[in-house]
């Protein structure tokens, strides 16, 4: 990934300190820094009071936890901060053109940050609109915000770096097309609803075997269409009475199509740090579903329960990110049928001279995730240490039909058939 922005964060950290206590006090300001300056947006759409109960629930989002608690999640929070803060200088550009220049430097800051900045422009023309600001001006700041993002693809491409799935694909999206990719995301997206309204459960992995990859019709298919028709229709219905529930769902349709593995394949299938942006319209259009809530008392009582309900989710989830092994234990505990998590179990099982639960390990998680190479070549490195060459050939084997670079695949290979050779010599 080619994300200067953050980069040049983790080296100017390292130069202060070298203690991850530096670097997470460090994630927690920028969380903190857009925290505030997403709730000065939401006072300027919607006025003080909905901007304040935004606010609260942004802090204590549960979803968030990972993106500030995981130091690789700054740059979620690096390009919200960015993000939020050309929007409100696209605001200020309506009455004071000067404004125009801190859209282009904020929107050029978030996409050296991460990449989700791309929906900037039309984030601005959702303001613009939710405003009910004059619509032939909308222009000037959109154009403040495409041109660096247009620049930034441009130094990319000359850098040489796929910035939008450099990690690979999606375990379980591989060799399917835009629209075999869309309707396997309806499914799944479940669990971003559930996470953005209804984070209860949370987990340290979201992938196949907890999750399912599926391109046929299925009753989720049935239930993820239903709750994108229900949405829909809730946001029409209201576009005018409670406006501010229109705004924060089609803020989320906005920021979660370059994660959401439609438009184009990502890394991960869900991850809940890049629910950050995302968030914001979840809890704008709970914010203003709120006020229509009588009488007032019941209303704040309400949002005290539900932010004293997101700080006690946040913190309980906190310790799953402190080190790899505590996060390990949130694997077995979140996702235990995880291809990731079965993986992890199985190597765990070889090295404590378990070899059959071992394996069975490994052959679920290749069953879960058979067109990864990982766990094939661990796989095959223990058949190796059992002088198992048969097994370990074919493990090999495969895993060189998936990625012919694959060097370590390559030379167990050449172990294995050399072992093999020799068991049948004379």
């Not at 969380?31 to 304040?52: K, N, Q, R, S, W």
């Not at 079965?342 to 090295?351: M, P, R, T």
């Not at 679920?364 to 002088?387: C, D, H, K, M, W």
Request: aromatic content about 10%.
């Amino acid at each position: 990934m080619w994300r200067p922005a953050v980069m040049t964060s983790w080296a100017l950290d390292y130069r202060v300190s070298s203690s991850p206590h530096w670097f997470h006090a460090i994630n927690v300001f920028w969380a903190a820094l857009a925290t505030a300056l997403f709730t000065l947006l939401a006072c300027e759409l919607a006025g003080p009071t909905v901007g304040l109960i935004t606010g609260l629930l942004f802090a204590v989002h549960p979803v968030h936890v990972e993106a500030v608690a995981n130091v690789v999640g700054r740059a979620e929070l690096m390009a919200a901060a960015a993000y939020a803060a050309a929007l409100l200088c696209a605001i200020r550009a309506e009455r004071r053109p000067v404004w125009l220049v801190g859209v282009a430097l904020a929107a050029m800051f978030a996409m050296m940050s991460k990449e989700i900045a791309v929906t900037l422009p039309a984030a601005i023309v959702l303001v613009w609109v939710a405003r009910r600001d004059d619509r032939r001006a909308v222009w000037r700041p959109v154009l403040a915000a495409t041109v660096p993002i247009i620049a930034y693809f441009i130094a990319q491409g000359v850098v040489g770096i796929r910035t939008l799935y450099a990690g690979g694909l999606a375990v379980g999206l591989e060799h399917l097309g835009p629209l075999q990719r869309s309707w396997a995301m309806v499914a799944l997206s479940l669990q971003w609803w559930r996470l953005l309204f209804f984070p209860t459960h949370l987990s340290a992995d979201y992938s196949p075997g907890e999750l399912t990859v599926s391109t046929g019709l299925t009753l989720a298919h049935v239930l993820g269409l239903a709750v994108l028709i229900a949405l829909g229709a809730l946001a029409w219905r209201t576009r005018r009475t409670i406006p501010g529930i229109a705004i924060g769902l089609a803020w989320v349709v906005i920021t979660i199509s370059p994660i959401s593995n439609v438009l184009f394949p990502t890394e991960f299938l869900i991850a809940e740090r890049t629910l950050y942006l995302v968030s914001f319209g979840a809890v704008f259009a709970l914010a203003s579903a709120a006020m229509t809530i009588r009488p007032s008392r019941l209303r704040y009582a309400l949002v005290a329960v539900a932010v004293a309900a997101g700080a006690v989710r946040t913190i309980a989830h906190i310790p799953t990110w402190h080190d790899d092994e505590v996060h390990y234990q949130a694997l077995r505990r979140d996702a235990p049928r995880s291809y990731r998590t079965l993986w992890l179990e199985g190597k765990d099982e070889f090295v404590a001279g378990r070899p059959g639960s071992g394996e069975r390990l490994l052959l679920q998680s290749i069953a879960f995730a058979p067109n990864l190479t990982g766990p094939r070549v661990e796989l095959g490195r223990f058949y190796l240490q059992a002088r198992l060459w048969q097994p370990a050939i074919a493990q090999f084997r495969t895993a060189i039909a998936l990625d012919s670079t694959l060097a370590p695949a390559r030379e167990g290979l050449r172990q294995a058939l050399m072992g093999a050779g020799e068991s049948s010599g004379p």
